[in-house]
């Protein structure tokens, strides 16, 4: 029997338009696991890598996670600083109401 350990990662990619005018959110939902080596239908990695990233800590209530997001943004910008584009949240407690989580926004 596989065990998850350790927090959920989400990997915002972008949103893209189809051609019929449909928006298309592109994003992984990732989760550490004990013992598990496949699953029919997703992709394991016994280890997942990125490149250096600007980075920020949150902790706070749910409703304001969105400034810590907008904080990097600004940052980037501030310091021409060019990203992917892509967003990592690791969301280390999550209560529905107080949120901690770190943001990693890969740069170019």
Not at 4 to 26: F, M, N, Q, R
Not at 71 to 96: C, F, R
Request: proline share 2%; with cysteine; aromatic share 12%.
């Amino acid at each position: 029997m596989t065990q998850t350990c350790g927090p959920l990662i989400t990997h915002a990619k972008g949103t893209y338009v189809t051609a019929s005018g449909e928006v298309s959110v592109d994003y992984d939902i990732m989760i550490q696991t004990i013992g598990l080596t496949h699953i029919a239908g997703y992709d394991v990695k016994e280890t997942y890598k990125t490149g250096k990233c600007l980075y920020t800590h949150f902790d706070g209530v749910v409703d304001d996670f969105h400034f810590a997001q907008n904080k990097l943004a600004l940052y980037a910008w501030e310091n021409e600083i060019l990203t992917t584009g892509e967003e990592y949240i690791v969301y280390i407690e999550n209560d529905g109401f107080h949120l901690i989580a770190d943001i990693f926004r890969p740069v170019r």
